[in-house]
């Protein structure tokens, strides 16, 4: 295994022991603190009052639009990052200096163009 690779799958077998130790000990705490209880018990609401609607309700297909585009526009950030830490040094090397910006202001006009589809499609209007 090469070297550079060893701290990624450490940190990766880290995380999946984490995550499955989390699980487990969720899952015997949960067994544990239901026994004896009465069904309400376990409801999200323990005060008394009733609940006003099913908890399983849907959704508008706005809220699932909103959420997508926010993944979108997250990930253009998630992109940038790299770009502004690596820029500075590309542009010592002349060859480079044109490759990185271009490529960047292609990825951002892209990324612009699918703003202003999202805006004439009304899709940032809560409203409608």
């Known amino acids: 295994m090469s070297d550079h690779l060893l701290p990624v799958f450490l940190q990766l077998s880290v995380a999946i022991l984490m995550a499955a130790g989390i699980l487990f000990l969720s899952w ?9 209880r009465r ?16 908890a399983g309700k849907r959704f ?5 639009l909103v959420a ?9 950030v998630v992109f940038l ?28 006009g892209i990324l612009f163009v699918g703003y202003i589809y999202a805006l004439k499609k009304r899709a940032f209007d809560w409203k409608s």
Do not use: N, Q
């Open 68 to 76: 997508m585009l926010f993944i979108l526009f997250d990930v253009e």
């Open 60 to 64: 508008s297909v706005k809220f699932y």
């Open 39 to 54: 069904p309400t018990d376990l409801s999200p609401y323990e005060c008394g009052v009733p609940l006003f609607e099913e």
């Open 81 to 108: 990052y790299p770009w502004a830490v690596v820029y500075k040094e590309m542009l010592a090397k002349p060859e480079m200096r044109d490759v990185i910006f271009v490529s960047m202001l292609s990825f951002l």
């Open 28 to 36: 015997i705490l949960g067994l544990r603190t239901t026994r004896g």
